[in-house]
């Protein structure tokens, strides 16, 4: 089995969202990584990201970001195993993620 990092992209919030939503929202992500972890599939979880930080680019350019350009938000993101990179892709299927008008990019850790 190969190891892939799932990347999970959204849309900025929207600072209206009520507790129930986040609750509901909440309660779709716990379920949905309960479920990769009971087909094995799990490996870890990494930590959900702040939205400020900086960019270091060639030549000592600092800018705020990270994602000045962007219009999605780098939230969080884990580690599956999986046989391949078209498997590691269909365990994406179902992210909450997906739901709130966000995407899942699957990369494979290099090496493996």
Do not use: Y
């Amino acid at each position: 089995m190969k190891e892939f990092m799932l990347l999970f992209r959204q849309p900025p919030f929207d600072h209206n969202t009520t507790p129930q939503d986040w609750q509901a929202l909440a309660k779709k992500w716990k379920d949905w990584v309960e479920g990769l972890t009971s087909k094995g599939s799990f490996v870890s979880n990494g930590q959900r990201l702040a939205m400020e930080g900086k960019v270091l680019k060639p030549g000592g350019v600092i800018t705020d970001g990270p994602f000045v350009e962007a219009r999605e938000i780098l939230g969080s993101f884990i580690i599956v195993k999986a046989e391949n990179l078209d498997e590691a892709t269909t365990l994406a299927h179902g992210c909450p993620a997906i739901d709130t008008g966000g995407s899942v990019e699957i990369r494979p850790i290099f090496g493996q």
